[in-house]
């Protein structure tokens, strides 16, 4: 792990490159699913059609919305997918079975994004890709089972059409079998599988032997309009699964889109139904949402649509105290977090402050759906920062006594509580100490800017510390600026392989 720094070019290019490459491909390359006939045809050019209740009710079938276009035409290459996903799709294919990539990973091909994954969805069932493609490969999931191969070190998620079909709610109302006679069979296929997934922009297919992208569900128009829509109306699909609101979410924070209205007013109305959901499925969604640098855009989301109260009620009622009174200070909370944990990483103040002021510099990510950045000054800074380390211990202290933990969660019926010994509270407060007091003397720098993995294993104070304030930052920034530290003079004429992970 190394020191934070803005990264080679992490970000999607300009809006306007993505509009304009798709632009183009709409022009040159976009083609419609015409059915006079059983054949793929090339159709007009028309605009397209969609987007409306009536035409996103489950079982209506409306062709004139299906497109598919070549990914060379937006500037996606085989090259673009990694040699894990593309041995698992050659397997399949040798043994016969149609593969796609499917999902967040398509999406992200089109924004000029890495995506974190590439999930794959084929005609085989879930017991022919044991028995015939991956004999090694083990099957998870109770409520969507999936097979999960292990590929040069790499998992990947292979699901099947015919899985899907038969687990997703409402199934036996997409489609009728009487009107899909002068249809393509493919496009039934995928069209089916499409109208069962959460948003329009997760339900593209990418077919990387023809280089066809295939769109049903006006996934396309959606990235181009910066849009989180849902593919069927969006009350009926968040009653369907409460989970793909926090998804939702997820997306919007991540891709800085806005969500459609008719989709907004549905993740308020229904927004209590998120506790029906089961607890690990919970948990593993949250970790999701607070992951991948979208930590800080997250919870402003689960502020807006007052999400945050009962979902992590310790940090709704600290942002809440510190935006009383505030106006334009609805990012001091933020702030501190970041300056507590930079001081954590670099171990001295003047460093984090350096830190901090890269940071409040640096171009604010445009984030329609939550309040931007206010580049607060520095102002008090030392002196709340100093305080959050002070109430980071006292909480530890709290933790250790049963009756003070009690009476701290009495107003939050549902908190677990979690006591922790006296021998684990000596160890949690020499992490933190020195951080309470006056932090210009603060001194833990070190002399390297690389993990101990030994005295971390052996939960060394300060190798905890310094891992711990790396991880804060990560995920509260995708994009962090590179601080100046005694240990980067001295690796001036490093190159920037050799300081890699």
Known sequence: MTTPRRRADPSPPPARLLLSRLGSAAASGLQTLAYSSKKEGGGDMAPRNGGSSSNRRPGFVDSSSWRYFDSRAVGITSGDIPRHAWTVLHMLKRKGFAAYLVGGCVRDLLLKRAPKDFDVITTASLQQLKKKVFQRCIIIGKRFPICQVKMYGTKIEVSSFSTNANHVKGSKNIGCPEEFKCYNERDILLWQNSMKRDFTINSLFFNPFNFKIYD????????RKNKVCTVIPACVSFKEDPARILRGLRIAARLGFEFSSETSAAIRELSLSIIDIDKARL???MNYLLSYGAAESSLRLLRKYGLLDFLLPFQAAYMSDQMKDKSNDTDLMLMVIRAFAALMYFGSWESAVNFLNQDIGAPAPFIPETLGP???????????????ASLVKSSVDMLTSLDALQQSLAK????????????????????????????????????????????????HPGEVRFVLGQVIMDTMNEVLPRASTEYDQLNMEASEDDLAD
């Not at 049903?216 to 990235?223: K, L, M, S």
């Open 216 to 223: 049903y569900v006006n996934g396309v128009r959606d990235i």
């Open 283 to 285: 948990m593993m969604e």
């Open 374 to 388: 206010s580049r607060s000054k520095l102002d008090n800074l030392m002196e709340q920062t100093s305080h959050l």
């Open 412 to 459: 939050y019926s549902k908190a677990s509580q979690v006591l922790v010994s006296s021998r684990e509270r000596e160890r949690v407060l020499r992490i933190f100490e020195g951080l309470g007091s006056d932090l210009t003397s603060y001194e833990g720098t070190r002399g390297m800017q690389e993990i101990d993995y030994r005295l971390l294993k052996d939960g």
